[in-house]
C-alpha cells in the first residue's frame, strides 16, 4: 500500500491546511485523511490485507464522520488539495466529482436532487461559501465561487461566481464594468450639481 509519505493528493491537502501539526489545530483533516485512507485501501491487490483495513476504514470512517460532521465517502472522485475551512454538516454524494484545490467550509451539500438521479461535477479551484447546496447532474466550471446559503440548481461557466436561492450566475467580468458605470452615474451626478 502507497505510504502517506507517497501519496501525492494527501501532500497536496496538507500543503493546504499550512498548519505545523494539523490533526491537532483542524478537526476537519481528520475526514480528508480517511477519505485518503479508503482510496488507498481500494487500490490494494485483493487479499486478506486489503479486506482488514477495508474493515477499518468503514470502522474509522464513521466514526470520524459522527465526531466531525464530515461525510467524504470514499467512492467519491476528489482532487488533491481538498481544503475543509470549519467542519461540521459537510455531505458529498458518493458518485461527486471534485477537482483539485476545492475549499468546503461548514454546512455544504454537495448530491443529487431526486434519489438515483445525477450529481455535480465540480471543476478545479472552486470555492464553496457556508451552507452552500449545489444538486443535481450540474457542472460547476473552475474558479467558480459559491456564495454561503446559495442552492445552485444550474450549471456555473468557468471563472464565475453563483449567489442566491435559487442561485444565479454572476460572471466576474460584470463586476468591474458594473463599478465604472457607478462611478460614471456618480461623476455624472456631480457636474449637474455644479
Not at 83 to 103: M, Q, S
Not at 104 to 109: A, D, I, N, S
Not at 151 to 167: E, H, N, R, S
Amino acid at each position: 500500500m502507497k505510504r502517506l509519505s507517497q501519496d501525492s493528493d494527501w501532500q497536496a491537502d496538507v500543503q493546504r491546511y499550512a498548519l505545523r501539526r494539523p490533526f491537532l489545530k483542524e478537526q476537519s483533516i481528520w475526514a480528508v485523511w480517511t477519505y485518503r485512507f479508503g482510496r488507498r485501501v481500494d487500490r490494494m491487490p485483493a487479499g486478506l490485507s486489503r479486506k482488514s483495513l477495508t474493515f477499518f476504514y468503514w470502522f474509522w470512517f464513521r466514526l470520524v464522520e459522527t465526531a466531525v460532521g464530515i461525510s467524504l465517502p470514499k467512492a467519491a472522485a476528489i482532487g488533491p488539495g481538498l481544503r475543509i475551512w470549519h467542519f461540521g454538516g459537510i455531505f458529498l454524494h458518493p458518485e461527486v466529482r471534485i477537482g483539485a484545490n476545492c475549499t468546503l467550509r461548514q454546512g455544504v451539500t454537495i448530491g443529487n436532487r431526486v434519489a438515483d438521479g445525477p450529481v455535480p461535477v465540480i471543476g478545479d479551484d472552486v470555492e464553496f461559501g457556508a451552507y452552500a447546496q449545489v444538486l443535481g447532474g450540474v457542472r460547476i466550471g473552475n474558479g467558480c465561487h459559491i456564495g454561503a446559503m446559495s442552492v445552485v440548481l444550474c450549471d456555473v461557466p468557468d471563472g464565475a461566481t453563483a449567489v442566491g436561492v435559487p442561485a444565479r450566475v454572476i460572471q466576474k467580468y460584470d463586476l468591474p464594468q458594473s463599478v465604472a458605470a457607478v462611478e460614471e452615474i456618480d461623476k455624472e451626478s456631480r457636474e449637474e450639481l455644479v
